[in-house]
């Protein structure tokens, strides 16, 4: 199993700012996850995390918007940059080889 | 596009066993059945996975057809505790980690 630690667990930002989420996990994985869930809806996957190369995107999702940073094998970052109303969401890394793990979450509200 | 059809939403009785249905159709050879729950504000939560054969452990059941295009999760015993959004994936599994891709869900409501 892995435990994942996000921070923060929430916060209130106002539009046009950027903020920057950290997720640390118990021990060293090739790939982490990054994921979005908008109010009542389910989860969608930002991108893929790779240690020592460019983050892979999905489709509806560029890097000058959700910047990510991968320096180690235990640890990244996602940054929602230039926020939005529209980026109020829960966003969620996740790790896993057979089994997906996931944080807590990141509740961002954007005012 | 999610690879998986479920129900909208689905009611069971506390102490009673949920049947969550899921169609995965065109589901490949080398795909694994996953099921993972989501509590109210909490991250997804691991159940079960399976290939082929059913699957037992501590928290449900699982079984899947013989053509393997359809499974159920069965929660033997339904407690209020269950009521979340379950989720059915079809996914290869790959040492380095592996992708989830996530449909809609089911909303399982148990009642007292």
């Known amino acids: 199993s892995a435990v994942i630690s996000q921070k923060p667990s929430r916060d209130i930002c106002q539009r046009g700012t950027s903020l920057t989420i950290q997720c640390q996990v118990d021990?060293?994985?090739?790939?982490m996850f990054w994921y979005r869930q908008q109010p009542g809806q389910s989860l969608t996957l930002i991108a893929t995390?790779?240690?020592?190369?460019?983050?892979?995107?999905e489709s509806g999702f560029v890097i000058d918007k959700f910047p990510i940073s991968r320096p180690n094998l235990t640890f990244s970052t996602l940054t929602v940059s230039n926020m939005s109303p529209e980026d109020s969401s829960i966003y969620l890394c996740?790790?896993?080889?057979?089994?997906?793990?996931f944080g807590q979450g990141t509740r961002l509200t954007v005012v | 596009d999610a690879k998986t059809t479920q129900p909208t939403s689905m009611d069971c009785a506390e102490g009673r066993a949920a049947n969550l249905p899921c169609n995965h159709s065109?589901?490949?050879?080398?795909?694994?059945v996953y099921w993972y729950r989501q509590i109210h504000s909490q991250g997804p939560q691991y159940i079960i996975h399976?290939?082929?054969n059913n699957e037992t452990n501590e928290m449900a059941s699982l079984i899947i057809t013989e053509d393997r295009k359809s499974s159920t999760l069965i929660l033997p015993h339904a407690t209020l505790r269950d009521t979340a959004v379950y989720y059915c994936?079809?996914?290869?599994?790959?040492?380095?980690?592996?992708?989830?891709?996530f449909g809609a869900g089911t909303r399982l409501f148990v009642k007292a």
């Open positions: 021990s060293q994985v090739t790939m």
């Open positions: 994936i079809v996914r290869a599994t790959n040492t380095g980690g592996f992708k989830t891709i």
């Open positions: 065109t589901i490949s050879g080398n795909e694994y």
């Open positions: 399976g290939l082929k």
């Open positions: 996740s790790v896993g080889d057979t089994e997906a793990f």
């Open positions: 995390a790779n240690q020592g190369s460019e983050a892979t995107y």
